[in-house]
C-alpha cells in the first residue's frame, strides 16, 4: 500500500537541539502533509507539501520533499519541551480517485527541557 | 467556535453489544473520515464519505458501519463482530478531494474499551 513509514520511531533530544524526522513512500503523490499528535488527543496540521515544491517552511519547521526518493524529511529547528509529541507524515496517491490520506506510524519526539 | 467534536471521550461496553460513536463538524466540509489507532501505531482507515449520502469503505471496515444523513454528521458503529474493537477512535473532515487531497481537521477522539 502508500502507507508511508516514518524514521526514526522515536527521537529524544534536549531543549535547544533540532529534531529531524523522515518519511518514505511507495507511490506518486500530489501532496504529503505533517500532523502532530499529542498524547491521547487528535492530530493537528503542520504542514503540506505539494508535489512539484521542494522545500517549504512554516515558524520553526522546515520540511523538504525529494519526489524522485519518494522521501521527505520534517526539520523542528530550537526545539522546546512543548514539541513533545509524535509525529506522522500523510500522504495521498496520485494515481487513485479515492481522495483519501495515508499515514505511517510515526516518530515519537521527546524533548527533555 | 468551529470544529469537529466527538462524543463521549471515554466509552465502555460489554463484549457483544453494538456502540455507536457520535462526530459532528461545523466546519461546512464535504468529506468526513473515521480511523482506528492502536497502541504505538499510526492511524488506519476504516470508513470515510466524501459527499452526504455516500461513503466507501477503507482498509479496516469489517465490524465497522457507518451512515452519512446530514452534512455535519458521520456516526460510526462499532458492531459485535469487530473482533479487537478496544482502540483510539479518531474522526476527521476535509474540504472534498477532487483531483487533490487537502488538509484533514480531527475531533479529539473517542476511546473505546470493551470488555
Known amino acids: 500500500s502508500q502507507q508511508g513509514e516514518e524514521d526514526p520511531q522515536a527521537l529524544s533530544i534536549q531543549e535547544g537541539e533540532n529534531a529531524t524526522m523522515n518519511c518514505s513512500y511507495k507511490t506518486s503523490i500530489n501532496n504529503l502533509q505533517w500532523y502532530r499528535q499529542n498524547s491521547g488527543r487528535g492530530l493537528v496540521h503542520l504542514i503540506l507539501i505539494r508535489s512539484n515544491e521542494r522545500e517549504k517552511h512554516s515558524g520553526r519547521l522546515r520540511v523538504t520533499l525529494d519526489t524522485s526518493k519518494k522521501s521527505s524529511s520534517l526539520l523542528i529547528t530550537a526545539s522546546r519541551a512543548a514539541d513533545t509529541a509524535s509525529y506522522f507524515c500523510a500522504t495521498d496517491d496520485r494515481g487513485s480517485t479515492l481522495g483519501r490520506l495515508y499515514f505511517g506510524r510515526g516518530t515519537q519526539l521527546t524533548v527533555w527541557p | 467556535d468551529g470544529g469537529i467534536t466527538q462524543s463521549p471521550k471515554y466509552l465502555f461496553r460489554k463484549e457483544g453489544q453494538n456502540v455507536t460513536l457520535s462526530c459532528e463538524q461545523n466546519?461546512?466540509?464535504?468529506?468526513m473520515y473515521w480511523y482506528r489507532q492502536d497502541p504505538g501505531q499510526g492511524l488506519r482507515l476504516i470508513y470515510y464519505s466524501q459527499i452526504v449520502n455516500d461513503f466507501q469503505k477503507g482498509d479496516i471496515a469489517e465490524g465497522y458501519s457507518v451512515s452519512r444523513e446530514k452534512k455535519e454528521s458521520f456516526p460510526l458503529t462499532v458492531t459485535s463482530a469487530q473482533k479487537n474493537p478496544t482502540a483510539f477512535y479518531l474522526c476527521?473532515?476535509?474540504?472534498?478531494?477532487?483531483?487533490?487531497?487537502?488538509?484533514?481537521?480531527f475531533g479529539p477522539g473517542t476511546r473505546l474499551t470493551v470488555t
Open positions: 476527521a473532515s476535509s474540504i472534498r478531494p477532487l483531483g487533490q487531497t487537502y488538509e484533514q481537521y
Open positions: 466546519l461546512n466540509h464535504d468529506a
